[in-house]
Structures are given as structure tokens and as C-alpha cells.
């Protein structure tokens, strides 16, 4: 018999040995369990880590669950007892096997501590709001207003400021902010922003439309409760916090916390309508009848005050177009405000450039905020989920950039529509406008999110990262299940950016590597926090944003998509040559 027959042969017969063993031994060790489970007194016998055994075997001798530490020890005492050789080999391997998943679970254990201890460090520097909340600002009469900066379908925005600090006479005809692309040195274009009327009037002041609400400022704060979502904690007036708002999705809707990426209200009242600057030919119709004899509004309605921003999104992109670690950056922070609200149980449903707004920050980086919550969903219980029972029942804004599972709803007994998800694929579709491309979704392009398919989206500019052209189109799933949350997406786009040294040579995933990345990546942001305005720019506030989310579930299930991805890249590439 050559040697080759002879292994062949003998590892078959070992094979046929072992899982003979597997099945006998499997009952034994079954047994054993049931035993020490309704035993009352402990264990005569008790597996205690020797000190004489490698380190290696050392820990799996002492797991924490001790199923691998007793089943290595019948292995062994078998070994100088009548136990057969198949029995001692089947316990050895067995213990062996599940020391090594105990060890992973151990290695798990620790890259969810690490990623608890980060947490715990940047959640406690909360995001503080650079404008200084006031004492008063009750009423309307406390305020300077300007000319009109913005009309929407159930409201009106103007510049305003406090009457403590009244703008000069000298720059009351400053415009709101102008763009201007000179050519200047090689063909440089340098963006110089005008903000006189900013430093005059820091304030914007909403004046929602009152059409059937009715005058009372009870019924108005009723009535327009969504508005209060993103309300300070002294945004209304002490002696109306009794008030029990119960609009139209539930009894007092939440308010989210303050967040970079998310508008903030500072103050809240109801006051008389006023003739403002446009009133008679921007909205004459919804003007009271003391203002317009035709017009069908409200003597009283609810003012919103806060932070005055140059422009929306919509008319920035309409000027400037955004290179490609910008418009990174833009997704990014679009994610990070989803999921805040997300986070805190509150659907904006209808996220689009209009609703966006945007500042610069001290380096010329867009900074952008999640604005305009009339149309959101803000229960109690923080589900996200609306009964849709009734075609009456509001689907929210925008129909053209509604999630598929939320268009195709059709109401019925026990229908119920999810919004967990539908804000991040309205993010997927605003990221087209972001990189220079119509959105998809618009009439004008033709797609419809009722009846779309995934290979009918059209592609990016070639300039843009191949990850983030892959985490787009995943966002754009139709089916939900398959569609990353808000707070994944976000953690793709941050490995993306910032981690991608820790995984350029990773196939697989090892948390190790990425746990020390995270440490590391903690320092630096801490650093940049306490040596100057570096800690204030956009990439310190989405880093710190970030970090302070850090979850391992989530954080896995990024890399695993960034991994897929890639491996999916090169067949792409042929796909498109």
C-alpha cells in the first residue's frame, strides 16, 4: 500500500471515528448539563485555570461560560482513564471549538467597551448654539423685521432683530447675501460672500399662515404644534406650558435637543398679523380681513424666531457647485441631522433643498440644517410608524421625493406606514442635486418613487468616490429592509472619509484595527477641540457627532457594506468600460 492510500485511508477512518464520537458524546455532555442544571448543592468537581498551561489554553480553561472549560477537562481526564480515543478526541476538539467562539465573543465584548467609553466622552460636550438665547422676545414688538428672505406654501420668512440692537440707517438697504465669481489670478474663482444685512438683522422670524386654526393662541399652538419640534427649552412662554398641544400626531409632539444640523427655535408667540413688506403682493389672500377685505386668513397666527441663515440650499447650488469632498461633507451632514431626529422619534417627511438651510463656516465649508418641520411626524411613542387608515390621514409633504414604501401605501385595516428609513432615502435623492445632477425624482427628469427601478437611476458624475456613489444607491432602495438607516449611511460616509488608511488593506473584518483607529481618531478630535476654531469647523462638529454615536452593531454593519462594495467595484468598472 503506497503512503499516499495509507493517509487517505486513515483520514477517512478518522473522520468516520469522530463522528461516531460526535453523536455519543453529544448526549453524554447533554446529560452532564441537565445534571449541574437541577443539582443543589455545587460541584464537587469545579474546572480551575492551572497555572502551568500555555496562555492560549489558559483562557479557554477559564471562559466565561465554562461549557469549553468542562468539556477539555473530560478530555483530559479521559486521557489517563478508560475513556476511548474518539471520546477524548471529540472533547478535546469540542472545547477547543467553543473556547475559540467564546475568545471572539470576548473580542466583541471589548470593541463594544471601547466604543461605550467614546460614547460616553463626547456625549457629555453637548452642542451649544452660537447665538446667546435672550431673556425676552415674547412679542412680536420686540423685534426689528426687514425685508422678506423666503415663501414657502404655509409661511413667510424675514429678517429680523432685537430692538436692543437696532441696524443702522446706513446699511438698511444692504441685500441679503450675493454671490460673485471673479476671475481672478490663473482663473481662480473665489466665492466673496456680502453679509451686511446678516450682521444687522442675526434673526429670522417665520410667520406661519392662519387659515382655519382660529385666533385663540391655544388653538393656534394646537393647530401648528409640529412647528414646536425643534423648539428650545424656553422657546414659549412659561405661562403657556400648560397648554396641552394635541395636534394631529399625538399629544404634545417631542422636541429634539439641540444638534448642528438641525434649525433651532428660539423663541415662539402668537401675536396679530402685520402688513409687511410683500404682503399685499406675495400673499394677499391669507392676509386677515382687516388687511385685505378678500383675504380669508386669521386675525392672530404663530411667529417662529430663529437664527438668520444666508440661503437655502436650493439657491446655493443654483451658483456654486460644491467639489467632491464638500458635497461629502453635505450628505454627511444631512445623514447626521436624519438621524438625530430619527434618534429622538421624530419623521421630517419632507426633506428637500428647499427645506434646507446653509451657512459657511470660519474655513468657507458649507455648513447645512434640517429646517421647516410643518409636515413632520413627532409622536409620543417615538415609533415612526402612522396608522394609515384612512385616505385622510396626511402622508407628508413633497410626492415627488415621498420613500416608495410610504407613496404606495394604500389605507386599510391595520396598515400601518414605517418612516424609519423614508428621510434617509429623501437624502439619497437630494444627493444628486449636491454633485451637480438633477434630481432624479423631479417631473422634469421623469423617475417616479411609486414604480421606479433601481437600474433606472442615473449616474453620478464620474469625479465622485466610488463609495459614495455605491452608499447613494443604497439609500435609493426601494425596499426598506435592504436600505441602511440614516445612522449607518452616515458611519459609511466616515470611515469613507476619514477612515480609510484604517481599511484600505482590510478584506475581512477585524475590530481590533478598527477599535485602535477609533482611539486614535477620539484624540485627534479632543485635540482639535481644545487648540483654537479648528474644534468649531463642520469636520470637528460631524467627527464629534460621530463619536458620540458610536454603536458596534452599527459600526459593523458600515464596514460590511464599504467591504461589499468594494468587492463589488471592479466588476462595475467593467460593467461601465
Not at 477512518?13 to 461516531?20: A, I, K, P, T, Y
Not at 448543592?41 to 477559564?62: C, K
Not at 456680502?194 to 399652538?221: D, H, Q, T, V
Request: charge should be positive; include cysteine; hydrophobic fraction near 40%.
Amino acid at each position: 500500500m503506497s503512503v499516499k492510500h495509507a493517509i487517505s485511508r486513515g483520514l477517512e477512518l478518522g473522520r468516520s471515528v469522530f463522528q461516531l464520537g460526535l453523536l455519543k458524546s453529544g448526549f453524554r455532555v447533554a446529560a452532564k448539563l441537565r445534571v449541574d442544571r437541577f443539582r443543589v448543592g455545587p460541584s464537587v468537581r469545579t474546572a480551575q485555570p492551572q497555572a502551568f498551561l500555555p496562555s492560549r489554553y489558559r483562557f479557554y480553561r477559564s471562559s466565561l461560560r465554562g461549557l469549553a472549560a468542562q468539556l477539555q477537562s473530560a478530555g483530559f481526564r479521559r486521557r489517563f482513564t478508560c475513556g476511548s480515543p474518539r471520546n477524548r478526541a471529540l472533547c478535546l476538539a469540542f472545547g477547543l471549538g467553543v473556547g475559540l467562539i467564546e475568545e471572539q465573543f470576548e473580542d466583541d465584548r471589548k470593541s463594544a467597551a471601547t466604543c461605550q467609553e467614546i460614547q460616553a466622552v463626547f456625549r457629555r460636550k453637548r452642542f451649544q448654539s452660537p447665538l446667546k438665547m435672550f431673556t425676552s422676545g415674547y412679542k412680536l414688538e420686540d423685534y426689528i423685521i426687514g425685508n422678506q428672505i423666503g415663501k414657502g406654501s404655509n409661511a413667510a420668512v424675514y429678517e429680523a432683530a432685537a430692538q436692543s440692537a437696532s441696524p443702522k440707517e446706513s446699511d438698511s438697504k444692504c441685500s441679503l447675501v450675493q454671490l460673485r465669481d471673479d476671475d481672478e489670478e490663473e482663473g481662480l474663482k473665489t466665492r466673496s460672500v456680502m453679509c451686511c444685512s446678516l450682521r444687522n438683522f442675526p434673526l429670522a422670524i417665520k410667520m406661519m399662515w392662519n387659515l382655519g386654526a382660529g385666533s385663540s393662541s391655544e388653538a393656534i399652538l394646537k393647530s401648528m404644534s409640529q412647528e414646536l419640534v425643534p423648539a428650545a427649552a424656553q422657546a414659549v412662554k412659561q405661562g403657556k406650558e400648560h397648554i396641552i398641544l394635541d395636534g394631529q400626531f399625538g399629544v404634545l409632539p417631542r422636541r429634539v435637543s439641540a444638534h448642528p444640523n438641525v434649525i433651532r427655535v428660539y423663541r415662539a408667540f402668537t401675536a396679530d398679523v402685520p402688513l409687511l413688506p410683500g404682503a399685499q403682493e406675495e400673499y394677499p389672500d391669507v392676509l386677515p380681513t382687516r388687511l385685505n377685505p378678500a383675504g380669508l386668513g386669521n386675525n392672530r397666527t404663530l411667529f417662529l424666531v430663529m437664527k438668520h441663515y444666508p440661503y437655502t440650499l436650493r439657491q446655493y447650488l443654483e451658483v456654486s457647485t460644491p467639489d467632491c469632498r464638500q458635497g461629502s461633507l453635505m450628505v454627511l451632514q444631512l445623514l447626521e441631522g436624519v438621524d438625530h431626529l430619527c434618534r429622538q422619534g421624530v419623521a421630517h417627511r419632507d426633506l428637500k433643498s428647499d427645506n434646507v438651510l446653509l451657512e459657511f463656516d470660519s474655513g468657507g465649508c458649507p455648513r447645512l440644517v434640517i429646517s421647516d418641520f410643518g409636515c413632520c411626524l413627532a409622536q409620543r411613542d417615538s415609533s415612526l410608524q402612522l396608522p394609515f387608515n384612512s385616505m385622510w390621514v396626511s402622508k407628508g409633504g413633497n410626492a415627488s421625493l415621498m420613500a416608495p414604501e410610504v407613496v404606495t401605501a394604500v389605507p386599510g385595516c391595520g396598515v400601518v406606514i414605517d418612516y424609519s428609513k423614508s428621510d434617509a432615502w429623501a437624502v439619497g435623492a437630494v444627493s444628486y442635486e449636491i454633485f451637480g445632477k438633477q434630481n432624479p425624482f423631479y417631473r422634469a427628469v421623469g423617475l417616479e418613487s411609486s414604480k421606479y427601478e433601481e437600474k433606472q437611476l442615473p449616474l453620478l458624475p464620474s469625479t465622485v468616490p466610488a463609495e459614495v456613489q455605491s452608499l447613494i444607491r443604497l439609500l435609493l432602495r426601494r425596499n426598506p429592509s435592504k436600505r441602511p438607516s440614516a445612522r449607518v449611511a452616515a458611519n459609511m460616509l466616515h470611515l469613507s472619509i476619514w477612515g480609510r488608511n484604517a481599511l484600505a488593506s482590510q478584506n475581512t473584518l477585524d475590530m481590533k484595527k478598527l477599535a485602535d483607529w477609533l482611539l486614535c481618531q477620539s484624540a485627534v478630535v479632543l485635540l482639535k477641540g481644545c487648540c483654537g476654531p479648528s474644534g468649531n469647523s463642520v469636520e470637528a462638529e460631524l467627527q464629534r457627532s460621530f463619536l458620540s454615536n458610536l454603536e458596534l452593531e452599527d459600526l459593523r454593519t458600515a464596514v460590511c457594506f464599504l467591504l461589499y462594495g468594494r468587492q463589488l467595484q471592479p466588476a462595475a468598472s467593467i460593467l461601465s468600460a
